[in-house]
């Protein structure tokens, strides 16, 4: 059984991720079968279809001092992922996964003083955690100087937990059906996060072990076909740099490339198969 | 979980809610209250709301059908008098102005309630007690400011404007654009939402920005909607709503 959590920037998608992942045993795929197993998978997968497929995003994850008080109050959910590609072996992955918070990711810049919040970060840092799925969503101007500072302080501090040696990363570029990043999906690490976040790559680079590291890029919402790459997606507001945004159509919701880095981070290799 | 309406004086916060409970309902049914039993104690003989005089709060149990079936939700509803939203009374009550601030700032849903505005109102009906977009528009800069700085993490903030058999000509039609079905393809969320704004709220968008701005990730948008007692499909939108978040 994998731990996992999932990090990063508030607005980065994780909870959606999360409820799209939760949702899929619905959608017809013939390579993967996802069973959620725990009551948090069923809750969330319920709200895919009320809230995401009704055009509205889900509530972001916060420390309220209400629902969330401490780590032990996010949700977790617990995945059996069956892949049988076409004429191969099946193949099996078991997850436990806690979505974070993104309130904690954005602190560790100022250095996070709140005992309640660093006990989230001790949490992902404990020894049975297999490896953390890292959503970033920011890749304009200043995405990648804010995003080498957070990745510096992460990299110290699994230094200090003893993790820097044994911590799967996989970095994940979400929401990469917008149109700057879409044709940079096939080999995220060159052509979205050397262009886009230089910084942070190469400090990811030299802190975190060539095999506990991999890049990808992923999309919840996906495209509307195959072959007709318009985002699945329609912006809340005309805003400027505000991250929300909904499935536009439903019905053609495909999530893009879901499935591989979870993979990766549990068994220490890269899927083959397609998405 | 609370749910809080706020809103002037006789802009219907509490017709709105208590109608909510009558048994005619379509997808949303209020479990706990007795319409029939507790008319007395809020409408006057005549039919209309009588006027809220103390910040009320009562359980409702509400059931909503939702795509994924019944959807329960549990909430304490709180109605305060519109007086309380008066500089005055709240430079004269500091310590309940503030105790309720805090009630707001723990709720899960806001929803606020506001009048027509002169200019939109059918011909036949008296203009006199309403007020114009002008002065409509300066109030709503105030709600702007108390979304921003009173409480500026509330998790759901819906603003509905009430009344509509008063300004719509073509209620039912209105409606059913704006329907919700659980099985069909209607407008979703964000359409609908635009679908009013754009009709009813158009000079106060940047207020709206302003709101959904400072608001940041911290909360999700703003919704509009548009309400009346009369007619159950808009009364039940912006439960349904709600519902699919907080609903079990
Ligand atoms: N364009 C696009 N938007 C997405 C995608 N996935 C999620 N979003 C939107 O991104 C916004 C934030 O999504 P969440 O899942 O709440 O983000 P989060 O990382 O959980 O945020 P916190 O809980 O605040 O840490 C919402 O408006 C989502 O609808 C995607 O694949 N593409
Ligand atoms: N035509 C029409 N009248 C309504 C509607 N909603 C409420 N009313 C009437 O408007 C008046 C004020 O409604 P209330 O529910 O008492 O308003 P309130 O906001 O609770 O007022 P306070 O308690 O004084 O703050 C009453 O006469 C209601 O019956 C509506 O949708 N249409
Ligand atoms: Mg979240
Ligand atoms: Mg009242």
């Given at each position: 059984m994998?731990?996992?959590?999932?990090?990063?920037?508030?607005?980065?998608?994780?909870?959606?991720?999360?409820?799209?992942?939760?949702?899929?045993?619905?959608v017809n795929?013939?390579?993967f079968t996802?069973?959620?197993?725990t009551e948090?998978?069923?809750?969330?997968?319920?709200?895919a279809?009320?809230?995401?497929k009704n055009?509205?995003?889900?509530?972001?994850?916060?420390?309220?001092?209400?629902?969330?008080?401490?780590?032990?109050?996010?949700?977790?959910?617990q995945?059996?992922?069956?892949?049988k590609?076409?004429?191969?072996?099946?193949d099996?992955?078991?997850?436990?996964?806690?979505?974070?918070?993104?309130?904690?990711?954005?602190?560790?810049?100022?250095?996070i003083?709140?005992?309640?919040?660093?006990?989230?970060?001790?949490?992902?840092?404990k020894?049975?955690?297999?490896g953390?799925?890292?959503?970033?969503?920011?890749?304009?101007d200043?995405?990648?100087n804010f995003?080498?500072?957070?990745?510096?302080?992460?990299?110290?501090l699994?230094?200090?937990?003893?993790?820097?040696q044994?911590?799967?990363?996989?970095v994940?570029?979400?929401?990469?059906?917008?149109?700057?990043?879409?044709?940079?999906?096939?080999?995220p690490?060159?052509?979205?996060?050397?262009?886009?976040?230089?910084?942070?790559?190469s400090?990811?680079?030299?802190?975190?072990?060539?095999?506990?590291?991999?890049?990808?890029?992923?999309?919840?919402?996906?495209?509307?076909?195959?072959?007709?790459?318009r985002?699945?997606r329609?912006?809340e507001?005309d805003?400027?740099?505000?991250?929300?945004?909904?499935?536009r159509?439903?019905?053609?919701?495909?999530?893009?490339?879901?499935?591989?880095p979870?993979?990766?981070?549990?068994?220490?290799?890269?899927?083959?198969y397609?998405? | 979980?609370?749910?809080?309406?706020?809103?002037?004086?006789?802009?219907?916060?509490?017709h709105?809610a208590?109608e909510?409970?009558?048994?005619?309902?379509?997808?949303?049914?209020?479990?706990?209250?007795?319409?029939?039993?507790?008319?007395?104690?809020?409408?006057?003989?005549?039919?209309?709301?009588?006027?809220?005089?103390t910040?009320?709060?009562?359980t409702?149990?509400?059931?909503?059908q939702?795509?994924?079936?019944?959807?329960?939700?549990?909430v304490?509803?709180?109605?305060?008098?519109?007086?309380?939203?008066r500089?005055?009374?709240?430079?004269?009550?500091?310590?309940?102005?503030?105790?309720f601030l805090?009630?707001?700032?723990?709720?899960?849903?806001?929803l606020?309630?506001?009048?027509?505005y002169?200019?939109?109102?059918?011909?036949?009906v008296?203009?006199?007690?309403?007020?114009?977009?002008?002065q409509w528009s300066?109030?709503?800069?105030?709600?702007?400011?108390?979304?921003?700085?009173?409480?500026?993490?509330?998790?759901?903030?819906?603003?509905?404007?009430?009344?509509?058999?008063?300004?719509?000509?073509?209620l039912?039609?209105?409606?059913?654009?704006?329907?919700?079905?659980?099985?069909?393809?209607?407008?979703?969320?964000?359409?609908?939402?635009?679908?009013?704004?754009?009709?009813y709220?158009?000079?106060?968008?940047?207020?709206?920005?302003?709101?959904?701005?400072?608001?940041?990730v911290?909360?999700?948008?703003?919704?509009?909607f548009?309400?009346?007692i009369?007619?159950?499909t808009?009364l039940?939108?912006?439960?349904?709503?709600?519902?699919?978040?907080?609903?079990?």
């Open positions: 994998g731990n996992i959590c999932v990090i990063g920037p508030t607005g980065a998608g994780k909870t959606t991720y999360l409820a799209a992942l939760a949702y899929c045993p619905q795929n013939q390579i996802i069973t959620s197993v948090d998978a069923k809750k969330i997968a319920n709200k279809q009320t809230i995401i055009g509205a995003s889900l509530e972001p994850t916060i420390i309220d001092g209400v629902k969330i008080k401490s780590f032990y109050d996010l949700p977790l959910y995945f059996k992922i069956k892949i590609p076409w004429l191969k072996k099946a099996e992955i078991n997850l436990v996964v806690r979505d974070y918070p993104g309130e904690i990711f954005n602190e560790l810049v100022s250095g003083y709140n005992e309640l919040h660093l006990e989230f970060i001790e949490e992902c840092l020894k049975d955690i297999e953390c799925l890292l959503l970033l969503h920011g890749w304009e200043n995405s990648d995003y080498s500072q957070v990745m510096g302080k992460f990299i110290e699994m230094d200090k937990h003893d993790r820097s044994n911590l799967r990363i996989a994940a570029m979400s929401k990469c059906e917008r149109g700057e990043l879409w044709p940079g999906r096939l080999d690490e060159n052509d979205i996060f050397n262009v886009h976040l230089p910084r942070t790559k400090l990811l680079r030299q802190g975190i072990l060539a095999q506990n590291l991999q890049f990808y890029a992923i999309s919840t919402f996906g495209v509307l076909e195959r072959n007709d790459p985002p699945n329609q912006d507001t805003q400027i740099g505000s991250s929300r945004s909904i499935l159509i439903p019905k053609k919701w495909r999530p893009y490339n879901l499935i591989s979870l993979y990766w981070l549990s068994k220490g290799k890269r899927m083959r397609g998405v | 979980m609370g749910v809080v309406y706020i809103g002037d004086r006789s802009v219907g916060k509490t709105l208590f909510l409970a009558n048994p005619q309902g379509q997808y949303v049914k209020v479990c706990n209250l007795n319409y029939d039993n507790l008319k007395p104690i809020f409408l006057q003989p005549d039919g209309t709301a009588r006027a809220t005089s910040i009320d709060n009562r409702l149990d509400v059931q909503v939702l795509s994924t079936g019944r959807s329960q939700v549990s304490e509803w709180i109605d305060p008098p519109g007086e309380i939203f500089v005055p009374w709240q430079l004269e009550h500091p310590s309940e102005w503030n105790s805090e009630t707001v700032r723990q709720s899960e849903g806001i606020l309630v506001l009048p027509p002169r200019e939109i109102l059918k011909p036949d008296n203009p006199e007690t309403y007020i114009t977009q002008e300066n109030r709503f800069d105030r709600w702007t400011k108390f979304f921003s700085y009173d409480c500026p993490k509330a998790r759901h903030i819906l603003i509905c404007l009430n009344m509509a058999d008063l300004f719509s000509d073509h039912d039609k209105e409606a059913q654009t704006l329907a919700f079905n659980p099985y069909g393809t209607q407008l979703n969320w964000l359409q609908r939402h635009i679908y009013v704004r754009d009709r709220f158009f000079f106060v968008q940047s207020h709206l920005e302003e709101i959904n701005r400072i608001r940041g911290s909360g999700l948008s703003v919704r509009c548009i309400t009346s009369y007619n159950r808009l039940e939108l912006p439960w349904i709503y709600l519902a699919s978040y907080l609903g079990n």
